[in-house]
């Protein structure tokens, strides 16, 4: 669990400003989105999931945007505080109906 | 509180031995599924179930077995089979149809002596 993360690409922002956390996807006929945060040695949470037929959606302090076009989606976090620092993945659910996970981006947050 | 509860924390296996490691949950969620987690990578299905006595392999089923006796408890055995079982493993559960908004465990790190 203390080795998660390991050669992720990085994400490192100011507290207080926004972070934008990419995604891309690979299965066009994927309906269904989900974003997860980890911290070292603990299991995933769930941050916020969108369906296909949406393209943006907001929750407490985060919005998450769906690109149906390029295969994109994103994790927008307002107020980067430094208990966001950790890994963020995303996951896509498509025609083999299983979740299919990223690899992560470790968002590291400056004081 | 509900959630999802992995045991142990930490486990060691020594060579050609079975380990078993615990996944119990209280979110009266139909599904449960066993993932492994790699440095660097994505989370891998090993196993999942959608219903009591019944369970499908995932993408890495080789080397480890379930049971889903009860809809609370889906133990997963990482059995000598497995060579390269040094991972941290997560079971998660979820009510809002399958595969769809997981709830993870804390995980456990497996390692080999």
């Known amino acids: 669990g203390e080795s998660v993360g390991l050669h992720l690409p990085t994400l490192s922002v100011q507290e207080g400003d926004n972070s934008i956390i990419n995604c891309a996807y690979s299965?066009?006929?994927?309906?269904?989105f989900i974003w997860y945060k980890q911290e070292s040695g603990k299991g995933p949470q769930f941050i916020i999931d969108i369906r296909s037929n949406m393209d943006k959606r907001q929750g407490q302090r985060v919005t998450v945007l769906l690109n149906k076009t390029v295969k994109h989606l994103s994790l927008q976090i307002a107020a980067t505080q430094p208990g966001d620092s950790a890994v963020y993945f995303c996951a896509e659910k498509g025609s083999s109906y299983k979740l299919i996970f990223g690899s992560g981006t470790r968002l590291l947050v400056r004081p | 509180d509900g959630g999802i509860t992995q045991s142990p924390k930490y486990l060691f296996r020594k060579e050609g031995q079975n380990v078993t490691l615990s996944c119990e949950q209280n979110l009266n969620h139909d599904a449960m599924y066993w993932y492994r987690q790699d440095p660097g990578q994505g989370l891998r299905l090993i196993y999942y179930s959608q219903i009591v006595n019944d369970f499908q392999k995932g993408d890495i089923a080789e080397g480890y077995s379930v049971s889903r006796e009860k809809k609370e408890s889906f133990p997963l055995t990482v059995t000598s089979a497995q060579k390269n079982p040094t991972a941290f493993y997560l079971c998660?559960?979820?009510?809002?149809?399958?595969?769809?908004?997981?709830?993870f465990g804390s995980g456990t790190q497996l390692s080999v002596l």
């Open positions: 998660a559960s979820s009510n809002q149809g399958t595969n769809e908004k997981l709830f």
């Open positions: 299965n066009s006929a994927s309906d269904y």
